[in-house]
């Protein structure tokens, strides 16, 4: 069986078409991302702007035709932190239904932490307990503590926590120069550490430390000196504290069009990529360890792990 896993986040739409082997891992048959800026001044307004909207229509109408060309059997449409935010999401998940024939869903955070943590520890091999995994989005952070085997299996969750904070919702808000102030920065840092504070998780004993989406994967390349974008070398690297640190600092005091020229960050991730690594190296800052692992697998690998497992997602028409 094929399944179909879309995850609709702040800035990007993206597809997953997996099934399951022999040894039940994943095998991907088409992984991609569009950038769609959906979240584009959702924090200020609290709707979707009309243009970001057709541009998610867009980039369903041609999922459409690779999850019928993959003959999936069975489709997830996953939405979250812009979503849960706008006043007119009716009308996103209409033009959903119309062009997927899937029924959209809003998921909570704390299920979108449950969903990151599964996919996560599916790709992470090997972690030492107990782990934490951040999914660094472009509305919130994802911060969940548990415990995985050695195979990556039997991923437990002990807590989690969903933040609202995220690299576009911090960059609308408060990050506004190009690059940002010094001023800027700090009333960033100060809203991202008072956030920390009251998180209730506690970071300062984590064996494993897992960072997944984009802003994690793109400061990962940045740390590796990588021109283009290698995802073979992205999952599983391991990148220290003071490297992290640094590229962030690197980013907060480069322009967009810097960003852009290093290679592997595309130009719709580097206008937000600077306040995704505030907040990665502030949360950094408090884990006990020296490292974060980098991961591909993500929430799509999550939401297909449910419906190849455990059933989830809905049967689509076959042809």
Same mark, same amino acid.
């Given at each position: 069986?094929?399944?179909?896993?879309?995850?609709c986040?702040?800035n990007t739409?993206?597809?997953f078409?997996?099934?399951?082997?022999?040894?039940?891992?994943l095998?991907?048959y088409?992984r991609?991302?569009?950038?769609?800026?959906?979240?584009?001044?959702?924090?200020?307004?609290?709707?979707?702007a009309?243009?970001?909207?057709q541009r998610?229509?867009?980039?369903?109408?041609?999922y459409?035709?690779?999850?019928?060309?993959?003959?999936?059997?069975k /489709?997830?449409?996953? &939405?979250?932190s !812009?979503?849960?935010d706008?006043s007119?999401?009716e @009308? $996103?998940f209409?033009?959903?239904r119309s062009?997927?024939?899937?029924e959209?869903e809003?998921?909570s955070?704390?299920?979108?932490s449950?969903?990151?943590?599964?996919?996560?520890?599916?790709?992470i091999?090997?972690?030492?307990?107990?782990?934490?995994?951040?999914?660094?989005?472009?509305?919130?952070?994802?911060?969940?503590?548990?415990?995985?085997?050695?195979?990556g299996s039997a991923?437990r969750?002990?807590c989690?926590m969903s933040?609202n904070?995220g690299?576009?919702?911090?960059r609308?808000r408060?990050?506004?120069?190009?690059?940002?102030t010094?001023?800027e920065? /700090?009333?960033?840092? &100060?809203?991202v !550490?008072e956030?920390l504070?009251?998180?209730?998780? @506690? $970071?300062?004993d984590?064996?494993?430390?897992?960072?997944?989406?984009g802003?994690?994967t793109?400061m990962?390349?940045l740390s590796l000196?990588?021109f283009r974008?290698?995802r073979?070398r992205?999952?599983?690297?391991?990148?220290?504290?003071d490297?992290?640190?640094?590229?962030?600092?690197?980013l907060?005091?480069?322009?967009?069009?810097?960003v852009?020229?290093w290679?592997?960050v595309?130009?719709?991730?580097?206008?937000v990529?600077c306040?995704?690594?505030l907040?990665?190296?502030?949360v950094?800052a408090r884990v006990?360890?020296?490292?974060?692992?980098?991961?591909?697998?993500?929430?799509l690998?999550?939401? !297909?792990?449910?419906m190849?497992k455990?059933?989830?997602?809905?049967d689509l028409?076959?042809?």
């Open positions: 069986m094929r399944v179909a896993a879309i995850d986040g702040t739409l993206r597809l078409v997996a099934g399951l082997d022999a040894d039940g891992s095998r991907e088409d991609r991302l569009t950038f769609v800026g959906l979240g584009q001044g959702v924090d200020a307004t609290g709707a979707f009309p243009d970001a909207v998610a229509f867009t980039a369903c109408e041609q459409s035709e690779i999850i019928a060309d993959l003959d999936c059997q /489709a997830r449409f996953v &939405a979250t !812009a979503t849960r706008a007119n999401r @009308e $996103l209409d033009g959903v062009r997927l024939g899937i959209p809003v998921i955070g704390l299920e979108e449950r969903l990151s943590f599964r996919g996560a520890l599916s790709g091999r090997c972690p030492r307990n107990p782990v934490l995994v951040m999914d660094s989005g472009g509305g919130s952070t994802e911060l969940v503590r548990g415990t995985g085997e050695c195979d991923a969750i002990e989690g933040l904070i690299s576009r919702r911090l609308e408060i990050l506004h120069g190009d690059p940002p010094a001023e920065i /700090a009333e960033a840092r &100060a809203l !550490a956030q504070d009251n998180c209730g998780i @506690e $970071l300062s984590i064996g494993t430390f897992i960072g997944v989406a802003t994690v793109s990962a390349a000196g990588l974008y290698d073979s992205v999952h599983g690297a391991a990148i220290g504290r490297k992290l640190r640094e590229v962030a600092d690197r907060l005091s480069a322009t967009v069009a810097d852009t020229s290679g592997p595309q130009p719709q991730r580097a206008e990529l306040a995704g690594a907040i990665v190296a502030e950094v006990g360890t020296d490292a974060m692992v980098a991961s591909e697998s993500d929430i690998d999550g939401i !297909a792990l449910g190849l455990d059933g989830d997602g809905k028409p076959q042809q």
